[in-house]
C-alpha cells in the first residue's frame, strides 16, 4: 500500500479540484468525481454521454459518513453489517439537507449508495471528506472497465487520471437493492440474491425494467461491445467470436474462454474482457454459449441480453 501514498494524494488533488478521475473497485472502474459538487458531477455526464435521468451510485466509506445524506432503516442495517464493504448497491432516501447534487439524483427524493471492498479506493475515500459519484467508467451503452487500460481506451486524454488498482476482482457491476419500502432488486450484479433473501429473511421483489428509472443499469440496451452479440449458441457462424464457458478439446484463435471450468464466478470476472478483446481483434459479431441461468450466472445472462439488443 506505501507504494500507492503518491498516487492516491495525485487523485485526491485532481478530485478536490473537481475533476473527474478513473477509480478502481472490486466490482468495475468507477469515473469519480465530487458527489457534492454540480460542475463536477455534470461532468461525469458530459464524459459518459450518460442520459441526464440516469441516476448515479455515489461510493461512501461507512455508515458514518452516510449518515449526512441518507436516512437508514433497520433492513439497511442489517445487510450493511453482513455484506458491506462489497458488491452491493442500496437505495436509501435523500435528507433534506443533504449536500449530493441534484445531478446526481436526476432531482429525486432517492440515492443509491456504496461501499466498495477495494483496498486503494477504500485508501482514497478516506483521505476524502466528501462521497463519490463514480458510475462505471464507459461511455454510455457499452461494456464496463475492469482494468486501467480499459479506461484509457474508453477515454484516452479527456479525463485527468486514472487510478491503477489492477484487473476487478467480480468483475460485474454491483446489485443494486431499494430499501425504501419493500426490498425490491432493481439491478442483478456481482452479489449472489440469496445472501440478501438469507440475511433479510423475507421476500424479495424483483423489478429490473422498470419504466421509472431510480438506479442505473436498467436501460435496455446496455454493456454492449458495440458489435452484434448472440446468446445460447451451440456453434458458432463463420468468423464469428465463441465465447465459452466450458473447455474444448479443439483449439480455435476464435475461441474466448469466460472460463474453462464452468465456474461462474470466473466467468463473472473475465465477461467484459472477452467482449472487449473480440471487439479489439476486429470480430463482426459475438456468440456465447448457453450460460447456467443460477447464482451469479443470472447476472451474466442479464448483461448479455441486454449487450444483444445492440
Keep these: 500500500m506505501k507504494s500507492y501514498q503518491s498516487k492516491i494524494k495525485k487523485a485526491k488533488n485532481y478530485l478536490d479540484n473537481n475533476c473527474c478521475i478513473g477509480v478502481p473497485t472490486e466490482t468495475v472502474y468507477g469515473l469519480a468525481a465530487n458527489a457534492y459538487i454540480d460542475s463536477a ?27 449526512r445524506d441518507c436516512l437508514i432503516n433497520d433492513d439497511f442495517i442489517k445487510l450493511y453489517k453482513k455484506i458491506s464493504p462489497g458488491p452491493i448497491t442500496y437505495i436509501l432516501k435523500l435528507k433534506k439537507d443533504s449536500r449530493i447534487s441534484k445531478y446526481v439524483t436526476n432531482k429525486k427524493k432517492s440515492l443509491a449508495v456504496r461501499f466498495p471492498n477495494h483496498k486503494i479506493f477504500r485508501k482514497l475515500l478516506r483521505e476524502l471528506n466528501y462521497p463519490l459519484a463514480a458510475p462505471s467508467a464507459n461511455i454510455s ?19 485527468e487520471y486514472v487510478l491503477d488498482g489492477g484487473k476487478c476482482s467480480v468483475g460485474l457491476e454491483s446489485t443494486i437493492i431499494n430499501l425504501i419500502n419493500k426490498p425490491t432488486i432493481l439491478r442483478l450484479g456481482g452479489l449472489n440474491i440469496s445472501k440478501i433473501k438469507k440475511i433479510l429473511g423475507k421476500k424479495i421483489i424483483f423489478n429490473i425494467n422498470p419504466k421509472n428509472k431510480i438506479a442505473p443499469g436498467q436501460s435496455r440496451l446496455h454493456y454492449s461491445p458495440g458489435i452484434p452479440l448472440r446468446m445460447n449458441v451451440i456453434k458458432p457462424k463463420n468468423g464469428e467470436a465463441f465465447n465459452l464457458i466450458k473447455k474444448r478439446k479443439t483449439k480455435l484463435k476464435n475461441y474466448f474462454y469466460l472460463s474453462t471450468k464452468n465456474n461462474l464466478d470466473e466467468a463473472a470476472k473475465n465477461l467484459y474482457t472477452c467482449l472487449r478483446k473480440a471487439k479489439n481483434k476486429g470480430y463482426k459479431s459475438i456468440a456465447v454459449e448457453k450460460i447456467p441461468d443460477k447464482g451469479l450466472g443470472k447476472a451474466i445472462n442479464d448483461r448479455l441480453q441486454r449487450a444483444s439488443r445492440y
Design 141 to 159: 451503452t457499452r461494456l464496463s472497465a475492469v482494468q486501467a487500460s480499459d479506461v484509457k481506451e474508453e477515454f484516452g486524454g479527456k479525463i
Design 41 to 67: 458531477v455534470k461532468k461525469i455526464f458530459r464524459l459518459k454521454k450518460r442520459p441526464k435521468n440516469n441516476p448515479l451510485i455515489v461510493h461512501y466509506l461507512d455508515i458514518d459518513s452516510l449518515k
